[in-house]
């Protein structure tokens, strides 16, 4: 305890500062000041000169830029965001993939679970479509009440009776190898009806085709309607001929206007639609 008081009484003892010419030995420059005001000097001297550094630097930007902060935290969202959208897609694609696996294998698979596409609301008045029957399909109806006991003609049992999901200009025609379907340009909002009865066996959503709805049908025979803007049926819904499925859209990133695309399958193969039906008004 000792041994601090004198220090302290050392530092607060004046002391002489001076420069001296070392070829004269004459003082330059003189000041008096004692031990505890030069180490506060010092100390204020290494605290600005540390201050102006980090100032030159940019360090305080980094440290109290609230727009920094704001951005990152922005940008961890948005990734966030991004994350939950692509694991979404993923999970619609790997449905997709199944149940189209099923599908070219003859199967349907039970309590399959729809997807948002039927809970989902739309701004189409349903009660003001179009889903009258046309006179072809009129004549059709009479003929037959039900196709699905419809007779079969021809090397591959193909069915005779076929019902047009829209009419419309074909603006894409089928080609096996690069386009397996028809593209049919028609009225707005328009309903898209099944061509043959069956049963619904997938209604969802794709980032590539937007909404979609696939029906099995009686030997061997599969239609896909994809770029709708409403699905109107569930998965296991039974459908008849002429029945409203869905409205004509323009959803999905692989259209540039609305229309109806339309593939027919038969025995697990894209068949050229326009064989079997008329698509022109």
């Given at each position: 305890m000792?041994r601090?008081?004198?220090?302290?009484r050392?530092?607060?003892?004046?002391?002489?500062?001076?420069?001296?010419n070392?070829?004269?030995?004459?003082?330059?420059?003189?000041?008096?000041?004692?031990?505890i005001r030069?180490?506060?000097?010092?100390l204020?001297l290494?605290?600005i000169s540390?201050v102006?550094?980090?100032?030159l630097?940019g360090g305080?930007?980094?440290?109290?830029?609230?727009d920094n902060v704001?951005?990152?935290r922005?940008?961890?969202?948005?990734q966030s965001?991004?994350i939950n959208e692509?694991?979404?897609?993923i999970?619609?694609q790997?449905n997709y993939?199944?149940?189209?696996?099923?599908?070219?294998?003859?199967e349907?698979?039970?309590?399959?679970?729809l997807?948002?596409?039927v809970?989902e609301?739309?701004?189409v008045?349903?009660?003001?479509?179009?889903?009258?029957l046309?006179?072809?399909?009129r004549?059709?109806a009479k003929?037959?009440?039900?196709?699905?006991?419809t007779?079969?003609?021809?090397?591959?049992?193909?069915?005779?009776y076929?019902?047009?999901?829209?009419?419309g200009?074909?603006?894409q025609?089928f080609d096996?190898?690069n386009?397996?379907?028809?593209?049919v340009?028609t009225e707005?909002d328009?309903?898209?009806k099944?061509c043959?009865?069956?049963?619904?066996i997938?209604?969802?959503y794709?980032r590539?085709?937007g909404?979609?709805?696939?029906?099995?049908?009686?030997?061997k025979?599969i239609?896909?309607?994809?770029?709708?803007?409403?699905?109107l049926?569930k998965i296991?819904?039974k459908?008849?001929l002429?029945d409203p499925i869905?409205?004509?859209?323009?959803t999905?990133?692989?259209?540039?206007?609305?229309?109806?695309?339309?593939?027919?399958w038969?025995?697990?193969?894209?068949?050229?639609?326009?064989?079997?039906?008329s698509?022109?008004?």
């Amino acid at each position: 305890m000792q041994r601090l008081k004198s220090f302290f009484r050392k530092l607060r003892q004046n002391l002489k500062f001076s420069v001296t010419n070392p070829d004269s030995f004459n003082e330059v420059w003189t000041f008096y000041s004692n031990g505890i005001r030069v180490i506060s000097m010092i100390l204020i001297l290494l605290i600005i000169s540390s201050v102006v550094s980090v100032y030159l630097t940019g360090g305080f930007d980094g440290i109290f830029n609230d727009d920094n902060v704001s951005i990152e935290r922005r940008q961890l969202e948005s990734q966030s965001e991004k994350i939950n959208e692509l694991y979404a897609q993923i999970e619609s694609q790997e449905n997709y993939v199944n149940n189209i696996s099923s599908i070219l294998n003859g199967e349907v698979q039970e309590g399959l679970v729809l997807d948002t596409v039927v809970s989902e609301l739309s701004d189409v008045d349903v009660a003001k479509m179009n889903d009258e029957l046309t006179e072809p399909e009129r004549q059709l109806a009479k003929k037959i009440k039900d196709d699905m006991s419809t007779g079969l003609t021809g090397v591959n049992e193909s069915i005779v009776y076929f019902g047009s999901p829209v009419l419309g200009v074909i603006s894409q025609e089928f080609d096996l190898n690069n386009h397996p379907g028809i593209d049919v340009v028609t009225e707005k909002d328009m309903a898209v009806k099944a061509c043959l009865s069956g049963t619904v066996i997938y209604a969802g959503y794709t980032r590539k085709d937007g909404y979609i709805v696939i029906i099995e049908h009686q030997n061997k025979y599969i239609s896909i309607y994809k770029h709708n803007k409403r699905v109107l049926k569930k998965i296991g819904s039974k459908v008849q001929l002429g029945d409203p499925i869905s409205i004509v859209g323009n959803t999905g990133g692989n259209t540039d206007g609305p229309h109806l695309h339309f593939e027919l399958w038969h025995d697990q193969t894209p068949v050229n639609p326009q064989e079997y039906m008329s698509f022109s008004r």
